[in-house]
Structures are given as C-alpha cells and as structure tokens.
C-alpha cells in the first residue's frame, strides 16, 4: 500500500479519513453517516528524527464523502502552515 502524501513548504502533509460512526464489530462500515477528518503534518525526509503531530479538523457535521474530507484535511494543514508565526513551524505551536 503507497502512502499518498503532498510536500507543502517543506513539510509533509498526511489527510487522515475515517468513517463518522466507527465500524462495530461484525458489521461492515458505515459510510451513510459521513466521514471526519484530521491531518498529521511531518517534517520531510531531510531531517534526521522527523517530528509530526496530528491535528483534528472540527466541523460542526461529517463530510459528506472522503473526498471532501481528504480535501479539507490538505486544505487545513496549508492553513496552519501558512499562518505560522515567523520563525516557528506549525510542529512548534501550543495546542
């Protein structure tokens, strides 16, 4: 399995996509309710010990299709990155 990632600035970013409702045990998924998302943010292949974090996207409802919501979670990760303070990086900021 090929990990898709898009290098934005230098960092990595990951769209993270799971079902809204979570998968109970001897059912299928449940993709009728929608999807969440978050998206992990890592340093590139360059540095030596590459730090990450994982940042939840709230919405007030599910995305309607994991496209949305893998396009929201690259969407949002360029938003923190660009809204960094000078001389920070979005691994730096304070929850």
């Not at 970013?13 to 109970?24: D, M």
């Not at 998924?29 to 360059?46: C, K, P």
């Amino acid at each position: 399995m090929t990990v898709a990632f898009r290098l934005y600035r230098g960092l990595e970013i990951y769209p993270l996509v799971y079902p809204h409702r979570p998968t109970e045990p001897g059912f299928g998924h449940n993709y009728d309710e929608g999807f969440d998302a978050s998206v992990r943010i890592q340093e590139g292949e360059a540095v030596q010990d590459p730090r990450s974090r994982v940042f939840g996207i709230a919405v007030a409802r599910p995305f309607r299709s994991a496209g949305d919501a893998r396009r929201a979670s690259v969407a949002y990760a360029e938003h923190l990155i660009d809204t960094c303070l000078p001389g920070q990086t979005v691994l730096d900021m304070k929850s």
